[in-house]
């Protein structure tokens, strides 16, 4: 598709699942992995007589959404029922929010992957429940009503969003937000965030918006992605051949990577929204608003911005804002006198890969230890040294300094690691004088020679570094 003829045009409606312990209306748990239908009570199973309770920390959750989006609180909201016939529905309605949503407007600053900070503009956030899920299999369909009644927050946007990529990296952005605002795990692959995509092409910026195709229940950033890619690339198709694109739903085949149709779009009308008549309208006191409002934790880009000040570098600092969990733990370091350049590459490259989970850091590890370990670095102790030591941490045991002098006991000092060295270069004169000729590969021949030659434990990056050093002199240094 050619960028400069064609331009696609994008707005989502992202669906976060709110970490509340019960259901939005009901008692019934809100917890992921239990066996099907059994978090399911009267009311989630649709039985004529039970009526809805709202649970006031989702709303508390959802202002804390809505106000670190920049979205402005309206001082009353009203649930109405969204009207549809599906499985997994068995009331034969949605309490959701329409003409009186929770709040209005805000926005959203990201990244793109080449670094430049766009903004997105936002509709309205509003509140309303999930339904069941249904799973299809050869000759049978089966219903799970365990989600069904689960808190979602609905996130829709402008239609900003000017390419697939874009609409990808406001998503990524969005996670950071709802986790570092601690609202929701934002796990896709659990369902707790996904999106419907609605996407459309015009011929050059100044055009009107084309027809837009809705591609709904996109759960991964590679699906949005794809699916938004090839929905544009469909639709430009068409209208080379005088073609009309239709208002309608697509769902996206990830095995044969392409939308297809689903059912045609429908409209407001076509649901029959009305207030629904067991619940009073929601009125917000403008104390607890402001009360909420102290809580909103910083913007992840903001603490991104923070730490790259800081001298981290980009992705290190992305990696490190997305989840509060880790953020809060790096600034725990921080906070000790640690140098954030150093931490930085620990956390990342060596705490973060041997954990299960990016959140268990603050269980596996303290960060006294980890700004000991750093310390140790300052004060000339190997690299492979706190690396030891810091996995001795991650199985359970404890005082940092201790473990460091316990690993650095064991392995070779500097003036027996000097002797090695010296003994090897004299046994291999033809590979020294072949190295200094331009063969710079064979410093791993002598690296995995010293690491045999020694008595004790070395530090690889130490033993070449010492390799390398005495290579590069003008002449072999013999002993007398």
């Known amino acids: 598709m050619s960028t400069t003829e064609w331009e696609v045009v994008v707005g989502l409606e992202v669906h976060v699942q709110l970490l509340t312990e019960a259901k939005l209306f009901s008692t019934q748990p809100n917890e992921f992995g239990k066996d099907p239908n059994t978090a399911v009570d009267d009311l989630v199973a649709g039985f004529p007589g039970a009526l809805p309770v709202l649970n006031e920390e989702a709303i508390r959750l959802s202002l804390v959404a809505g106000l670190a989006l920049g979205a402005d609180p309206q001082p009353r909201s009203v649930f109405e029922r969204k009207h549809y016939f599906y499985p997994d529905l068995p009331k034969g309605y949605q309490i959701s929010q329409y003409a009186r949503p929770l709040f209005l407007g805000g926005r959203l600053r990201y990244r793109t992957g080449d670094g430049e900070t766009r903004t997105c503009r936002l509709t309205r956030v509003h509140l309303e429940e999930d339904a069941g899920k249904t799973s299809h299999r050869a000759g049978e369909s089966l219903v799970d009503l365990n989600r069904a009644g689960v ?93 009309e694109v239709v208002q309608e739903t697509r769902l996206y085949d990830e095995g044969r990577d392409r939308t297809v ?71 725990a370091v921080l906070a000790l006198g640690a140098d954030p350049r150093l931490v930085a590459p620990l956390v990342v490259n060596d705490v973060l890969p041997k954990l299960d989970h990016a959140w268990e850091i603050g269980e596996r590890l303290r960060p006294d230890d980890v700004a000991a370990l750093i310390s140790s670095l300052g004060s000339g102790v190997s690299r492979s040294v706190v690396e030891s030591a810091l996995t001795r941490l991650l199985s359970g045991e404890t005082d940092a300094r201790r473990l460091v002098a316990e690993v650095a006991d064991g392995q070779l000092g500097s003036d027996e690691l000097d002797t090695v060295v010296t003994a090897v270069l004299t046994e291999h004169p033809e590979q020294v004088a072949r190295y200094r000729e331009g063969h710079a590969k064979l410093i791993g021949f002598f690296v995995g020679r010293v690491l045999q030659a020694s008595p004790a434990e070395v530090d690889p990056r130490v033993a070449k570094e010492t390799l390398e050093k005495r290579l590069n002199e003008e002449a072999p240094r013999r002993d007398s």
């Open 151 to 243: 808190p979602l927050l609905e996130i829709v946007t402008e239609p900003d969003l000017r390419s697939a990529a874009d609409a990808a990296d406001f998503l990524r952005e969005l996670r950071r937000v709802v986790r570092f605002a601690r609202i929701s795990d934002g796990n896709m692959e659990e369902g707790s965030l996904r999106c419907d995509a609605n996407v459309s092409v015009r011929r050059g910026s100044d055009a009107p918006f084309g027809t837009r195709a809705e591609i709904k229940n996109l759960n991964s950033f590679r699906f949005v992605e794809r699916a938004i890619l090839h929905e544009a690339e469909r639709q430009v198709r068409l209208l080379r051949r005088n073609g």
């Open 261 to 331: 149709a689903m059912r045609g779009k429908e409209y407001a009308e076509d649901y029959r929204y009305m207030p629904d008549p067991d619940l009073p309208a929601v009125v917000l006191d403008p104390a607890f608003i402001e009360e909420v409002r102290a809580s909103v934790p910083r913007s992840p880009l903001d603490v991104w911005a923070e730490y790259t000040h800081q001298g981290v570098p980009d992705e290190a600092a992305r990696i490190l804002t997305d989840t509060w969990e880790v953020a809060d733990f790096f600034d």
